[in-house]
């Protein structure tokens, strides 16, 4: 390979723990839930795109079903803080282990 271009790099994705005092509830199927992940993704342009995951409120595992994330502001900040972070923490890899 002759340069970093030629590397078709398909997705670039971090997880995020949901600070508690960030943390929602959503209801999908009837079923409340209480949002503590996020998944970011890097999209080809160079925009973000992130989606919530939790736990079914009254307990259990419940499945994995995704939840849009609200526009708040400090909500938004964490995901671009986290971005940022992970841009540096890749950009400072030490290579296979």
């Not at 390979?1 to 994705?13: C, F, H, T, W, Y």
């Not at 919530?52 to 526009?71: E, H, L, M, Q």
């Not at 671009?80 to 290579?95: F, P, Q, V």
Request: net charge negative; no cysteine.
């Amino acid at each position: 390979m002759s340069g970093d271009e030629s590397i078709d790099v398909s997705a670039l994705a971090i997880n995020v723990t949901i600070p508690e005092e960030l943390r929602w509830t959503d209801t999908r199927r009837g079923e409340e839930f209480t949002l503590t992940t996020l998944n970011v993704r890097l999209l080809p342009d160079g925009s973000l795109a992130a989606k919530a995951y939790g736990r079914p409120t009254g307990g259990g595992r419940g499945t994995y079903v995704s939840f849009p994330v609200p526009d708040r502001p400090e909500v938004v900040a964490l995901v671009d803080k986290a971005a940022s972070r992970a841009g540096a923490l890749w950009t400072a890899h030490r290579g296979l282990s």
